[in-house]
């Protein structure tokens, strides 16, 4: 990957930019895929698979020295087990994929909210007011009676949200650790913590696997290669380049993807009030970005 940009307030390069189109399409597709392997994996077994499909690829990257070792252990902790436990726990008491794939969205604004209390970035109060509307979108699609028997999957997800915050933005001060090599730590850290978490916790693991299709098989290849490595390899890349807060409003369509497919192929009810949710939610979403994007302006022209 080339050096960062000279000049931080500069516009997105074609390669940011397709970076951002293909962390889209990657996630958005990959929450479809988690909820689908959850209905025959356990969660947590699902986790377990994915990250030794990553581990494999990720291993070779994995080398010293480690520099900044405090914040690299809060990253692959954050943004691994405990991150990932919840995701796929959330999919798992899902019915339908596309509440839970709004709620995820969630760690947007919180990424801007974290970077504001932990790295000095300013928020201003229209920032703020986006993520009041984000909260309240996702709050509004949750009362819905259909999705209202999703509001567990969906309090899971929001958990999962913040801790995703959280390791973007500490990852935004651990530049020294090339993204391969954080990705690869974090996939060797969720492996043996995941698996020993489902065997505590899960039963029927054998047979689960026993009884996994081609098509289960191949949601666990997706979120192991394209999400874990590919996809989130880009996102710990663009947040080393840019402020936190210029790149991932962007990543407020990942779940119109995930939206298309629930309804499109899982059968997923999407109500006028869901919808309406889920609208307020990237609305607030679109706010927070357009009030950094000012913000930027302004500091350039200064």
């Known amino acids: 990957m080339p050096a960062a940009p000279d000049k931080p ?7 940011e930019i397709g970076a951002i ?7 958005g597709a990959n929450n479809a895929a988690a909820k689908v392997a959850t209905e025959t994996l356990p969660p947590l077994l699902t ?4 990250f030794a499909v990553a581990a494999l690829c990720l291993f070779p990257f994995v080398r010293p020295p480690f520099p900044d070792w405090k914040s690299l252990l809060l990253i692959v902790v954050l943004g691994g087990p405990i991150h990932y436990a919840l995701i796929y726990i959330g999919f798992g008491l899902a019915d339908d994929v596309s509440p839970a794939s709004v709620a995820a969205q969630l760690w947007i604004p919180f990424t801007a ?4 209390l932990l790295l000095g970035e300013r928020l201003s109060r229209f920032a703020m007011m986006g993520l009041v509307v984000a909260l309240a979108g996702v709050a509004w699609m949750a009362a819905d009676p259909h999705a209202l ?11 999962a949200s913040a801790a995703w915050a959280m390791t973007t933005v500490i990852a935004r001060r651990t530049t020294s650790i ?7 730590l974090l996939a060797l850290t969720a492996l043996p913590t995941l698996a020993f978490a489902s065997a505590i916790f899960e039963r029927g693991q054998v047979e689960a696997i026993r009884s996994a299709t081609a098509l289960v098989w191949g949601t666990v290849l997706w979120a192991g290669i394209l999400s874990s490595v590919a996809a989130t390899t880009l996102v710990f890349w663009l947040v080393q380049r840019r402020e936190a807060g210029r790149v991932t409003p962007y990543f407020l369509a990942t779940p119109v993807v995930s939206i298309a497919i629930g309804w499109g192929f899982l059968g997923d009810v999407l109500t006028p009030q869901i919808l309406t949710g889920a609208a307020l939610t990237m609305a607030g979403v679109g706010v927070v970005a357009l009030a950094e994007r000012g913000l930027r302006a302004g500091a350039a022209k200064a």
């Not at 189109?21 to 996630?27: G, P």
């Not at 986790?47 to 994915?50: G, Y």
């Open 178 to 184: 090339p993204p391969l090599k954080m990705q690869g």
């Open 47 to 50: 986790a377990t698979l994915r």
């Open 21 to 27: 189109v293909a962390i889209v399409v990657i996630w």
């Open 113 to 116: 909210l974290f970077a504001f």
């Open 9 to 15: 307030h500069s516009p997105l390069s074609l390669l």
């Open 149 to 159: 028997h999703d509001w567990a999957a969906i309090l899971v997800v929001i958990g």
